[in-house]
């Protein structure tokens, strides 16, 4: 293997097994250290809504215990060693990473194994974790960027399983009773759709036995399918909503609109109009006209996304609650200019190849690789897309971004929400 | 022999330059780093190191405001600079044959910052509004009272990012005066780590670098803090729901016999610490007051913090307290852990754990060329100035854990975790205000 190469069908090994687990593993030999990266078909969109925060409390409890470890035993064995295992709810998914000296790597998979299928959900731990998410939840609501996010999906997904947060509602929260654990594991963690990466100073044969022997018998007929997401319509009009928060020097504000799911033909345009917008060198031309050029802030930035459905494409910025009006004038005129005009040649060309040329450095860690993996295969997007990866980024045009700008972002049509010390109002 | 060997030398400017040859990936992480941190600042220009730092970003005649910016990412690399108590530091990661531009701007910004006044002004509010986003939060808002009562005397008083009325009243002059005392060759030190030959880059830093002209070193007259003779106490009141508490205790310096068994006794306490800038850290639901205030339900969390620092500044263990708990029982807690400690040595088998966590942990930050060379600098930041070998700070640092003994953690938590040598703090949420402030759930329309 040469050390410069990026990931491909040279140096990946996939196994899928019978149950439906599949398994990537690439080896790095030059740290004693080993990544593990993953998830479970098992997310929030599952959660009925009276009792929404089920997927993440659930995979949160995972690791109070389980038939063979107790939650002293489980971290005793991942501290002592200095490896780390965690497991958390996400919206499609509930996900789990670790990491490990190479040596380790048995102890980590089998931990896994132990929370993933055989937890017990221990009730003096159920309560702890339930005040600790709790606890959680009131700091959310003392966050202005969490709760200005929070009402921002509200606003573009109404009637979408994505206006929901992964982490629920104090209400929803008190409402979840242990068996709603023990009855959330048994429905929807199965091997079906089990996705795990494992990069780092470990043969990558020997990884896939390892997980093969782990959890090529794992079966759970009761496992349901994925239900498919509804159809988003795009906001009639724009909406703009402002929360207050008492004594917080600085708001926050989104404003943006849903975007592309990863697998679109938008999504790439939209990436890299994305990092012109609001990401390049400094915080591309948002950056540039909110912090460089007004002085009104110390972030300011766009991000997209993605995702298997329509994840939020959005301007964000922290800024004195004086100038709120004014940043978002200017956020505003520069959303209109990137939907009315195509980027220039330079700025394509500049992203392009920032898009190219930063590979290297996102591949340098196990963490980098073991997420790129799961990327391609969660993304069916080929085993060679980094090898190819050049050719499709150059091959984006100008009029392609403008096209999926104007697709997915209209000013008339967006979510304004600022959160902070602020006359509360909604329009 | 170690495998990568470390080269260093000194420029006829006073430029201190170290190299590290690591073929990795093909990738260059070239570091700055200047003595000057808040450390070296006084009322009235409290957070001037940190605005150089924004400053030094905004451009010079050859490359003006935003040009590099654009240029590092056409290049798919990285730049960023840091400031701290102790130290500024600026990096850029850059693919191997593009590294000549990180040496170019370097050495460029090291003298020919314009410091335009009208980028001075946008700064202010750049730099007032990164404040303010600080105020948000209520932990932030706790541990400036409580540095701030830890140092009377000396300049780790005050946070990094200075005080609001000194934010508001800097000049540009003053602010360039800083600029021009502290960055200068022989007040910096250049660290490159990644995927070079040797003496290529020993030539390319020469051409780049031998022709700045020499300065003065600076003075760094720093006050030492005396003993705290009493606990201090911090009370502050803020919206929410949520107490948090804080205990700060003096601690000594990085370079100071007792720092690396300190090291162990924080991981003992609250779990290890790591060293990384960038690469991760692992958890610490094993440690003594994770069992003793998590398990028991006293706490929601807690974490501690210790940081390698010239001077001695402290070291600080946070915790949020459980919504059926109150701040004296929990403290009461901590105290017990506390006496324990002072009263028995830990177990060899515990000491052994935090060394392992250690190794780990420097595994994972070793997977970055970013890292290694912040480590490079770190170390050679920290050392005595009388050390006749500095890079051994870093080389030192696992060897001297391993040599750890129970009884040194006895020692040092009968000499530091006393009450009258801490501060501290509790944030609590003001009466009467809980009611509104949980979200309200999902409405129907908008």
Redesign the interface.
């Known amino acids: 293997m040469s050390l410069h190469a990026l990931p491909g069908p040279q140096d990946i090994h996939r196994s899928q097994l019978p149950n439906g687990v599949t398994i990537l593993a690439r080896p790095n030999l030059n740290s004693p250290s080993v990544v593990i990266h993953g998830y479970l078909e098992a997310g929030s969109l599952f959660d009925p809504s009276e009792k929404l925060g089920l997927a993440q409390f659930t995979s949160l409890a995972l690791m109070r215990g389980s038939q063979r470890h107790s939650f002293q035993q489980i971290y005793d064995l991942l501290e002592s060693t200095g490896a780390s295992l965690g497991v958390s709810g996400a919206t499609h998914t509930t996900g789990f990473s670790g990491r490990s000296l190479a040596e380790d790597l048995p102890l980590l998979l089998d931990l896994l194994k132990q929370v993933l299928r055989f937890p017990t959900f221990p009730a003096e731990h159920v309560e702890r974790l339930r005040a600790q998410i709790l606890t959680g939840l009131a700091i959310r609501a003392q966050d202005t960027g969490d709760m200005a996010s929070l009402t921002f999906d509200e606003i573009v997904y109404q009637g979408h399983p994505y206006s929901r947060p992964d982490d629920g509602f104090p209400e929803t929260v008190q409402a979840i009773q242990r068996d709603d654990l023990l009855a959330f594991h048994h429905k929807h963690y199965g091997p079906q759709g089990m996705l795990i990466s494992i990069v780092g100073a470990v043969p990558p044969e020997t990884a896939i036995e390892q997980v093969a022997a782990l959890f090529g018998d794992w079966s759970n007929p009761s496992q349901s399918p994925q239900v498919d997401l509804p159809a988003l319509e795009p906001l009639p009009h724009t909406v703009s909503r402002r929360l207050y928060i008492p004594q917080k020097a600085q708001a926050d504000l989104v404003i943006g609109a849903a975007g592309p799911p990863r697998r679109s033909p938008d999504f790439l345009p939209a990436l890299l109009g994305n990092n012109i917008l609001g990401q390049f060198g400094m915080m591309g031309r948002i950056g540039e006209r909110l912090r460089e050029q007004a002085g009104l802030s110390y972030y300011a930035s766009s991000s997209l996304g993605g995702g298997p459905g329509p994840g939020p494409w959005d301007v964000s910025a922290g800024v004195n609650p004086a100038d709120l009006d004014q940043a978002i004038d200017l956020i505003l005129d520069e959303i209109r200019r990137f939907t009315s005009q195509p980027v220039s040649e330079q700025e394509l060309s500049d992203c392009q190849s920032n898009f190219t040329g930063s590979l290297p450095l996102s591949m340098e860690s196990n963490a980098g690789v073991a997420y790129a993996l799961l990327n391609m295969e969660r993304y069916q997007l080929g085993m060679d897309y980094y090898l190819t990866y050049a050719d499709r980024i150059n091959a984006i045009t100008r009029q392609q971004i403008l096209d999926a700008a104007q697709r997915y972002l209209d000013v008339d049509r967006l979510a304004i929400v600022a959160a902070g010390e602020l006359e509360e109002s909604h329009e | 022999m170690p495998l990568n060997p470390l080269t260093r030398l000194t420029l006829s400017n006073g430029l201190l330059v170290l190299l590290k040859e690591i073929?990795?990936?093909?990738?260059i992480s070239h570091w700055v780093w200047y003595r000057v941190g808040s450390r070296d600042e006084r009322p009235g220009n409290t957070g001037a190191s940190h605005w150089v730092e924004h400053m030094q970003?905004k451009g010079t005649p050859r490359y003006p405001?935003?040009v590099l910016?654009?240029e590092?990412?056409?290049?798919?690399?990285?730049w960023n600079a840091f400031t701290y108590l102790d130290w500024t530091t600026y990096f850029e990661?850059l693919?191997s044959d593009k590294i000549e531009l990180a040496l170019d701007l370097e050495a460029d910004r090291m003298m020919n910052s314009l410091f335009d006044l009208k980028d001075f002004?946008?700064?202010?509010?750049?730099?007032?509004?990164?404040?303010?986003?600080n105020?948000?939060e209520?932990l932030f808002r706790l541990g400036e009272e409580i540095q701030a009562a830890a140092f009377r005397v000396h300049s780790y008083h005050h946070e990094v990012i200075g005080e609001m009325v000194d934010l508001e009243r800097m000049q540009r002059d003053d602010l360039y005066h800083h600029y021009r005392t502290y960055y200068t060759p022989s007040n910096a030190i250049l660290a490159i780590a990644g995927d070079f030959d040797t003496p290529e880059m020993i030539e390319k830093v020469r051409r780049f670098y031998e022709d700045l002209p020499a300065a003065p070193a600076p003075l760094h007259s720093t006050r030492p803090e005396p003993p705290q003779v009493g606990e201090h106490h911090i009370d502050l009141a803020?919206?929410?729901?949520?107490t948090y508490i804080e205990l700060s205790y003096h601690v000594p310096a990085a370079n100071d016999p007792d720092f690396l068994p300190f090291v162990i006794l924080d991981s003992l306490l609250t779990?290890?610490s790591s060293l990384n800038l960038f690469?991760?850290?692992?958890?610490?639901?094993?440690s003594r007051l994770y069992?003793a205030l998590?398990?028991s339900?006293l706490a929601?969390?807690v974490y501690g913090g210790l940081q390698a620092t010239i001077d001695p500044f402290i070291y600080t263990i946070v915790a949020?307290l459980?919504?059926?708990s109150a701040p004296e029982q929990l403290i009461a807690a901590i105290d017990a852990e506390i006496a324990l400690l002072q009263n028995t040595p830990p177990d060899h088998t515990e000491l052994a754990?935090a060394v392992?966590?250690?190794?780990?942990?420097f595994?994972?930050g070793?997977?970055?060329?970013t890292n290694q060379a912040y480590w490079l600098g770190l170390a050679e930041m920290l050392a005595s100035p009388t050390d006749e070998n500095p890079g051994q700070w870093l080389e030192q640092y696992l060897p001297g854990l391993a040599r750890v003994t129970p009884e040194d953690v006895q020692r040092l938590a009968k000499n530091y975790l006393r009450q009258s040598n801490r501060i501290l703090g509790v944030y609590r949420p003001q009466a009467g205000?809980a009611s509104n402030?949980?979200?309200i759930?999902?409405?129907g329309a908008?």
């Not at chain 2, 073929?23 to 990738?27: D, E, G, V, Y």
């Not at chain 2, 590092?72 to 990285?78: C, D, F, N, T, W």
């Not at chain 2, 392992?356 to 942990?361: F, I, L, P």
């Open positions: 073929h990795t990936a093909p990738l970003f405001g935003g910016d654009k590092i990412a056409r290049l798919g690399g990285v990661t693919p002004e946008s700064e202010r509010s750049v730099i007032i509004a990164e404040r303010q986003g105020e948000n209520p803020g919206p929410g729901e949520t779990g290890p690469g991760g850290g692992i958890s610490n639901k094993t069992r998590v398990e339900e929601v969390s949020i459980h919504p059926n754990r392992k966590q250690a190794r780990a942990t595994a994972y070793s997977e970055s060329i205000n402030s949980q979200p759930p999902p409405q908008v």
